[in-house]
């Protein structure tokens, strides 16, 4: 069974910062591109920053020039850099991957649980 779990999160004042990570484990083939959304209280989920298996980044407004984000294809695992955090950065961000697993032999979407990040003014 295929799993994304993150870790990183926490508690931060303005301006601060915090790392996430996601770990992927289990039984596949690859992993395609990964991301990293968000969901603030009472908002839709929304898009952080993703990455192709060659490296290419996308990132949101929002975030540009603040956050960064990397993986490691021979760990299987992508971080999140998140400098100059502003309290409206407050969320559980999730992972998410696309994944061919060895069960199904197609793309499949898997989110982790999240991570709550909090930044206090």
């Known amino acids: 069974q295929v799993q994304l779990v993150e870790s990183g999160g926490g508690l931060v004042q303005a301006g601060g910062s915090l790392r996430l990570s996601c770990a992927a484990s289990g039984s596949f083939f690859s992993i395609n591109a990964m991301g990293w959304y968000r969901q603030a209280p009472g908002k839709q989920r929304e898009l952080v920053a993703s990455i192709t298996n060659g490296g290419r980044t996308n990132y949101a407004d929002s975030v540009k020039g603040r956050f960064t984000m990397g993986r490691d294809n021979g760990k299987n695992t992508v971080f999140l850099q998140m400098n100059s955090l502003k309290p409206e950065d407050t969320a559980v961000y999730y992972c998410?991957?696309?994944?061919?697993?060895?069960?199904?032999?197609?793309?499949?979407?898997?989110w982790g649980k999240g991570t709550l990040v909090t930044v206090s003014s």
């Open positions: 998410n991957a696309d994944i061919i697993p060895l069960s199904m032999l197609k793309t499949m979407a898997y």
